[in-house]
Structures are given as C-alpha cells and as structure tokens.
T-cell receptor, first 114, second 113 residues
Framework: NAGVTQTPKFQVLKTGQSMTLQCAQD?????MSWYRQDPGMGLRLIHY???????DQGEVPNGYNVSRSTTEDFPLRLLSAAPSQTSVYFC?????????????FGEGSRLTVL | QKEVEQDPGPLSVPEGAIVSLNCTYS??????FMWYRQYSRKGPELLMY????GNKEDGRFTAQVDKSSKYISLFIRDSQPSDSATYLC?????????????FGTGTRLTIIP
C-alpha cells in the first residue's frame, strides 16, 4: 500500500517556467490537498479538493492551479514560477466523514526557483 | 497575529527527560486538536488527536487541551533519541466541517543520548 505518492522529489526551475507537481493516493480518499512548508511559516494550505471535479482555494492559492479529474490524482500546476515559490510542497489526503482530522502526507517535493 | 502560535525552538533535552511542547491559539471556534510529528525530509504524520478540553494519553505521550486558556500541550515522558523530530500542532474549527487544518509553525526537538 503506497499511500500518498508525490513526484518529483526535487526540481529546479528558472523564473517564468511552468511545471506540474504530481500527487497520487491509493486509499480511495475523497479529500486531497496541497500545502507548502516554509521556515517560520509552518504548513500553509494552497488548494484542496473534496472529490473529483471539485476544487477550492486555500490560504495561499495565487500562482497555482489544480484540477481533480479522478479520485486518485490531484496535480498542482505552477503557471509561471517565481523565486517566492521556492518551498517544500506536500500533498495530503484524508477520508471524508471521519472525525479525526488525520491527513496522510506524501514525502514532499522540494522546489527551487532561480 | 497568527491564529496558532507555536514556539519554534529548537529545543534540546537529554534522553529520559520529560518534554513539554505548547501551542496557543486565538480562534475560539477551534474544537479538534492534533499533534503531528515530522522527521527530517519526511511528511508529517499524526501523533495525537483530542476533541475539546481534557487529557489524552497514548504510551509515553500525553496531549492536553485547555480551551479556557486557548492552550494545548504535548508531553513526552522518558524521551528517546527516536523522538527527535519537528512537532506541529494543528486545529480544526467546529463550524467548518472537517477539511481545513490550521497548523502551528512547528517546534524542532532534539533528544541528546
């Protein structure tokens, strides 16, 4: 059971380039989300989805797009990378209807924008 | 002011010591409280979950919530080198459903053998 899988683990981009961070989960979770983690800022929610075809913005959505065509996949797109988007990105999923708040996280994708 | 405040540390203690990690919050709607543990270069994983006020114990770990003071704590007894990690508190309000977690910034803990 792989859980939440993120690719790539590391990426270096130049300012203005675009890219997609992939996230897949095999737990049949309805809820999926993307966070970024920066020193001193903690985990900040970028976008989330409560099911296929449904997405919504989190705390820091600017510069990022998401889509949810299947239950398993939730890619995060950087439209035109900026140095301020240098961060560690985490994808997380959870089951709906369970009152535990337990998010299952991937291992992270480290992005550097030059 | 952030909704959730957490001392970033770093905190270093000798093996076997009792560790106290704390968070304060300002949103009185927070109802569900969690502690996540994050090892270096890994994703966070859920360690403890509590609902409303009170204590919850799980082995060497005790989570404590004081809603009147808007203060939560995680105690680690008989700390081990394997407890060295970053600990993040997280909270969910009662009026939002169960999706958006608000995280503290995390406290980096090192247990010295």
């Amino acid at each position: 059971n792989a859980g939440v899988t993120q690719t790539p683990k590391f990426q270096v981009l130049k300012t203005g380039q675009s890219m997609t961070l992939q996230c897949a989960q095999d737990m049949n979770h309805e809820y999926m989300s993307w966070y970024r983690q920066d020193p001193g800022m903690g985990l900040r929610l970028i976008h989330y989805s409560v099911g296929a075809g449904i997405t919504d913005q989190g705390e820091v959505p600017n510069g990022y797009n998401v889509s949810r065509s299947t239950t398993e996949d939730f890619p995060l797109r950087l439209l035109s990378a900026a140095p301020s988007q240098t961060s560690v990105y985490f994808c997380a999923s959870k089951a709906q209807g369970l009152n535990t708040g337990e998010l299952f996280f991937g291992e992270g994708s480290r992005l550097t924008v030059l | 002011q952030k909704e959730v405040e957490q001392d970033p540390g770093p905190l270093s203690v000798p093996e076997g010591a009792i560790v106290s990690l704390n968070c304060t919050y300002s949103n009185s709607a927070f109802q569900y409280f969690m502690w996540y543990r994050q090892y270096s270069r890994k994703g966070p994983e859920l360690l403890m979950y509590t609902y409303s006020s009170g204590n919850k114990e799980d082995g060497r770990f005790t989570a404590q919530v004081d809603k009147s003071s808007k203060y939560i704590s995680l105690f680690i007894r008989d700390s081990q080198p394997s407890d060295s990690a970053t600990y993040l508190c997280a909270m969910i309000p009662r009026d939002f459903g169960n999706e958006k977690l608000t995280f503290g910034t995390g406290t980096r803990l090192t247990i010295i053998p």
